[in-house]
């Protein structure tokens, strides 16, 4: 388990505090970072969460006081007078975008809370990562409690539970422990309306992305004798169902639960041309490794990275190094 003494002296000895997570931001980042902004307000530090991107609309429900600013350059005169960056979950520091870059051009320190693996040679002050853990979530109960709180006030509950509840998807995922349970309870007993956050999240899905859902069914690939499914967007079904960039998460995991599916692919050609990848396993396949080639990385059965190709480039290339990469797990697997 990891030591949070030392990031709560960290944390309590700091006079302004930068509470930020990844692009497109999800359940666990701005759950977390919701959390311990009400953790700092109790402890009177001056704190702001500016994240690089819109909060989700599912999300709303944690920004309902506007409390999750998006990053503008006139927040930079209040930056710059931060003594710490708080990051959570966010994978790789290149994912915090223009925000990092103008942390970093301070030389303002960094403490990243994350449950993804880094490398060694990371950019952060401080680095607490814990690839056990379900959800980031997880980690800010354990400091919560390392700091004192011994039981959770209804904001932090909300914005853990969020987190834990999203990553675990809604507890159905491989990764949720007995630790997630407990740390749920933990916030149930704090008075969280478990049935209102299941609902903002998965039954708030606007007319355009279920028509976006639709032309993805409709045009659904498979390969490797059905172990594979996989799926494209691009600008023109957008278009087409009137949706918008954010509204294809979640996809590649309703793709996943597709009888004898092993691994669901995303391929969405983005607005500035890059490709974005995701990659969903049930768990009988290792998929990290080869977002790690494609220059991305993420857990051991959830993965993604960003291409500079576009679709017809893109597609045969993950494809192919997919599928090198399960002929040799089903060689050696037991």
């Known amino acids: 388990m990891l030591n949070w003494t030392p990031i709560v002296s960290l944390i309590e000895s700091s006079r302004r505090i930068l509470l930020t997570t990844h692009e497109n931001p999800d359940g666990d980042g701005?759950?977390?970072?919701?959390?311990?902004?009400?953790?700092?307000?109790?402890?009177?530090?001056?704190?702001r969460i500016m994240i690089p991107s819109q909060v989700p609309v599912e999300y709303s429900f944690l920004n309902q006081d506007g409390r999750i600013e998006t990053y503008r350059p006139e927040h930079q005169s209040w930056i710059e007078k931060a003594d710490l960056c708080i990051i959570f979950d966010v994978g790789d520091f290149f994912r915090l975008r223009e925000l990092g870059d103008f942390v970093r051009s301070r030389r303002i320190a960094t403490l990243n809370i994350d449950h993804h693996p880094h490398p060694e040679n990371h950019p952060f002050s401080h680095n607490m990562v814990d690839t056990t853990a379900a959800a980031t979530g997880e980690m800010v109960y354990d400091l919560l409690r390392t700091a004192g709180v011994d039981r959770l006030s209804r904001e932090m509950a909300v914005g853990i539970y969020t987190a834990i509840m999203t990553d675990t998807g809604s507890f159905r995922y491989n990764n949720t422990t007995a630790r997630s349970h407990l740390t749920a309870i933990a916030c149930m007993e704090a008075g969280v309306n478990t049935s209102k956050i299941y609902q903002s999240v998965y039954e708030n899905n606007s007319r355009e992305r279920i028509a976006l859902l639709g032309l993805i069914l409709s045009s659904l690939r498979y390969e490797q004798n059905g172990e594979v499914a996989w799926f494209s967007i691009d600008g023109d079904m957008l278009r087409r169902a009137h949706a918008r960039p954010e509204d294809v998460d979640g996809f590649t995991d309703f793709v996943r639960s597709v009888r004898g599916v092993e691994v669901a692919v995303m391929f969405f050609e983005r607005p500035d041309g890059t490709c974005r990848i995701n990659f969903r396993s049930k768990g009988r396949y290792v998929i990290n490794e080869v977002a790690k080639q494609l220059g991305g990385g993420g857990h051991a059965f959830a993965a993604g990275?960003?291409?500079?190709?576009?679709?017809?480039?893109?597609?045969?290339?993950?494809?192919?190094?997919?599928a090198r990469s399960m002929k040799a797990q089903a060689e050696t697997a037991p």
């Open 305 to 322: 990275a960003v291409l500079q190709d576009n679709l017809a480039e893109a597609i045969p290339k993950v494809k192919g190094l997919l």
């Open 30 to 47: 701005l759950g977390t970072a919701y959390a311990m902004a009400d953790f700092l307000r109790q402890r009177n530090i001056d704190h």
